[in-house]
């Protein structure tokens, strides 16, 4: 009798088991999905496009993008927008604002071609992290002149001092006090 009861409950322990398994199997799941987004990249900018576009607002697009990227980003320009008056090739930095200038637009008279930015001490390009192309931006410098500060940053270290930029040959003390307020060492 006592062998009849152990193999009734080793029975009844397998039949349960079994259940059990066969009930989670065929169980419909409880609770939400998890949606898994992914992380944030340091490799994206945000820039906001404004003025003459189907959609203006805040993007977010790949670093090293160019203005023409943002506005069709936005839509596209509207038929009365004055691309001429925007320099669609221009690199493009982080929380930048890209106006497109329509017809009858006041700032068209005073536009400058390159988007415009307006330096704060979060804005400002940071001569010792800038790539070429971010350099390129400033006034009066262009490519060969941005290579220049690329190698030279290459070859002797990290400018210590704005003031340090003097010693990259082409730059002199006129062209540095039209950049002074654009750029930073932090």
Avoid: C, W
Avoid at 73 to 87: F, H, S
Avoid at 103 to 120: H, K, L, Q
């Amino acid at each position: 009798m006592f062998q009849s009861s152990r193999t009734f409950l080793a029975g009844l322990t397998i039949g349960l088991i079994f259940s059990g398994a066969l009930l989670l199997v065929i169980s419909e799941p409880r609770g939400q999905p998890i949606e898994l987004l992914p992380p944030p990249t340091p490799e994206s900018l945000r820039v906001h496009v404004a003025g003459a576009v189907v959609e203006p607002g805040v993007y977010l697009l790949p670093m090293e993008a160019i203005v023409s990227q943002a506005i069709e980003a936005a839509g596209g320009p509207l038929e009365e927008a004055i691309l001429d008056m925007v320099n669609m090739a221009a690199v493009l930095e982080d929380g930048q604002q890209i106006y497109v200038p329509v017809e009858g637009d006041n700032t068209t008279e005073t536009y400058s071609p390159v988007p415009i930015f307006v330096p704060n001490s979060v804005d400002k390009i940071n001569i010792n992290t800038a790539a070429a192309a971010k350099l390129e931006t400033l006034p009066g410098i262009g490519p060969s002149l941005a290579k220049k500060i690329v190698e030279y940053r290459e070859t002797h270290g990290p400018f210590l001092k704005i003031e340090d930029l003097l010693n990259v040959s082409g730059i002199g003390p006129s062209k540095f006090e039209s950049i002074r307020d654009l750029i930073t060492i932090r």
